[in-house]
C-alpha cells in the first residue's frame, strides 16, 4: 500500500503547492524626474531587493545616483560621500549587493577622483579607502569587497574586509596588471583578469585568487573588450564569453577543468537581423547551473538569454510571454539583458526599453526557479516527502511581499518553521557545490540553536 501512500501524498504537494507559490511577476523599477536611464546590476536571492542607478540623458554631465530599490520604498538614494557630487553602484556583470540585499557596494566620485564605497542601512555610506578606486563586486555573506587600484600605470586587484581593508591581490606571472571581477559567497575566491600593458594586450588572461595559492592565471585568454568573469561558489567552474574568429563574433562560455572551454551558443537571429551575432555573460548562480546575460547584434539591439545544461540557450523575454503568463505586463516593453539574478535563479533583474522609449530597470520575480518544477518546493531536483513536509509546515500561512516564495530555502522568512536541512542540497546541474548551505543552517541556528 506504500506506493498509494506516496501517490497520494504527491498529489496534494501537486495539487496544494500553489498555496505557497505567488505568480510571475513583472516589475518595472522606475527613473528618477527628469533622468532617462535606470539600469539594474543586482538583486538579492529574497528578490526584494536591487541595485540600481540612474542618470540624465546622454551628454548631459550629471550627478549619477546609486540606489537601493525595495518594494516598500521604491527607490532610495544612498548619497554620494562629503565633497562628491556622484555616484553609481554595479557595472556588466558585477554583483553590487550581499545575498540578503543588506549592503550594497559602489563608487562616490567628483570631478578629482573617486573611491570605493559601501552602503547599509545601518553605517549608511562608508569609504573603503581613498585610494581604492573602483569596487566591483561583493561576497554572499558581505564581509569580503572586491575592486582595483588605479594608481595608473598601474591597475591592480584588491581585496577588502573589516580587519584588513583593502589588500592588493598582485598579479599573475609575466602580467603587470590585474583587476577582480567576482567573487564567491564566502569571499574566498577571486576572479578577474591581468595583462601586461604592452601589444599583447590584445588579449587578457582571466586569473583566479586564492589565499593558499595568491594569483594564478588560468590559461583562459579572453578578447580586451570582454569585461567580465564569473566563478561558482567552489571555483570549479569560470564563464565569460570570448572572440570566436570562424564565426567573427563573440560567444560566451563556461570551463571546467573536465570540460574545458564549452560555448553557449546564440540566441536565433530575429526577422530584419543583420550582422554578426553576438552573445555576453552577465551572471551566474554560485552552482553553475544557469548563465544569464544578453545575445544579439550588440548596442540597443540584443535580447537578454537564460542558459542551462537541459535547456541551452533560451531566449528570457519569450519565455516570460509564452511560460509564465507576462504577455500583458510586457506589452510595448523590450527587455534588452539580465544584469542579475539571485543564487537560485528565481529573481532576474536587468534593464530594457519602456513603452516610453527609455532604458529603465527592471524585476522579475518567478513562482519557482528557472527550470523547476512548481512542486518541487526544497527545490532539490525531486519531488518527495520534503516538498509534503514544508508544504504542510507552512499550510495556510500567508505570502507577503517581503518573502517571496515561503519554501524555497534561501528564502524562507525567520517567522515560518524552518526547512528540513536536506532542503539545502545542492541543485543538480553543473558543479554541486553546496552554496545553499551557509544560509540554511544559519537559520536553524537562529531559530532553534545549533543541530
Not at 40 to 50: E, I, L, Q
Not at 147 to 156: C, I, L, M
Not at 209 to 219: C, K, L, S, Y
Request: proline fraction near 5%.
Amino acid at each position: 500500500m506504500k506506493p498509494l501512500y506516496t501517490l497520494i501524498a504527491l498529489s496534494f504537494v501537486f495539487i496544494f503547492a500553489g498555496q505557497l507559490a505567488t505568480a510571475a511577476q513583472f516589475i518595472p523599477l522606475g527613473t528618477l524626474p527628469g533622468h532617462d536611464w535606470s539600469p539594474a546590476f543586482g538583486v538579492s536571492d529574497y528578490g526584494t531587493v536591487v541595485a540600481v542607478y540612474s542618470h540624465l540623458p546622454f551628454g548631459v554631465r550629471a550627478p549619477k545616483q546609486a540606489f537601493r530599490w525595495t518594494d516598500a520604498t521604491g527607490m532610495v538614494g544612498l548619497g554620494a560621500l562629503p565633497g562628491d557630487d556622484r555616484s553609481w553602484t554595479g557595472g556588466n556583470g558585477q554583483q553590487p549587493l550581499s545575498a540578503d540585499g543588506s549592503r550594497i557596494v559602489g563608487v562616490s566620485m567628483n570631478g578629482a577622483g573617486s573611491q570605493a564605497v559601501i552602503y547599509s542601512k545601518v553605517d549608511g555610506i562608508r569609504s573603503l579607502g581613498r585610494d581604492t578606486y573602483r569596487s566591483s563586486g561583493i561576497s554572499g555573506d558581505g564581509k569580503v569587497v572586491i575592486g582595483y587600484f588605479d594608481t595608473s600605470p598601474q591597475v591592480d586587484a584588491w581585496r577588502w574586509t573589516e580587519e584588513t581593508g583593502a589588500v592588493s591581490l598582485g598579479f599573475a606571472f609575466r602580467n603587470t596588471w590585474s583587476r577582480a571581477t567576482d567573487t564567491n559567497f564566502d569571499g574566498s575566491i577571486v576572479v578577474g583578469f591581468a595583462g601586461r600593458g604592452d601589444i599583447f594586450d590584445d588579449f587578457y588572461e582571466i586569473v583566479k585568487w586564492t589565499e593558499a595559492t595568491g594569483i594564478e592565471g588560468t590559461g583562459i585568454f579572453v578578447e580586451r573588450s570582454i569585461s567580465m568573469a564569473k566563478v561558482s561558489n567552489d571555483g570549479s567552474i569560470i564563464a565569460s564569453a570570448n572572440y570566436v574568429s570562424t564565426f567573427k563574433s563573440f560567444e560566451a562560455f563556461y570551463q571546467t577543468e573536465e570540460t574545458g572551454i564549452v560555448g553557449l551558443g546564440w540566441l536565433p537571429r530575429q526577422d530584419g537581423e543583420v550582422g554578426v551575432i553576438n552573445s555576453v555573460v552577465r551572471d551566474m548562480t554560485p552552482d553553475g547551473r544557469l548563465i544569464a546575460g544578453w545575445s544579439g547584434l550588440g548596442g540597443w539591439d540584443v535580447r537578454p538569454f537564460v542558459w542551462s545544461e537541459e535547456a541551452g540557450m533560451e531566449d528570457f523575454e519569450q519565455v516570460l510571454r509564452d511560460s509564465h503568463g507576462l504577455s500583458n505586463p510586457l506589452a510595448d516593453w523590450k527587455l534588452m539583458a539580465i544584469q542579475g539574478m539571485s543564487s537560485n535563479g528565481q529573481f532576474f533583474t536587468g534593464k530594457g526599453f519602456n513603452p516610453a522609449g527609455d532604458m529603465e530597470a527592471w524585476l522579475v520575480r518567478l513562482d519557482a526557479p528557472w527550470g523547476s518544477v512548481a512542486a518541487d518546493l526544497t527545490n532539490n531536483g525531486f519531488v518527495d516527502f520534503e516538498d509534503l513536509t514544508v508544504l504542510l509546515a507552512n499550510w495556510n500561512k500567508q505570502v507577503t511581499a517581503d518573502a517571496g516564495n515561503l519554501v524555497n530555502p534561501t528564502t524562507t522568512p525567520v517567522n515560518l518553521p524552518p526547512l528540513p536541512c536536506s532542503a539545502c542540497r545542492p541543485s543538480p546541474g553543473v558543479g554541486h557545490p553546496t552554496f545553499q548551505r551557509p544560509l540554511c543552517q544559519a537559520r536553524l541556528e537562529r531559530l532553534h540553536g545549533a543541530d
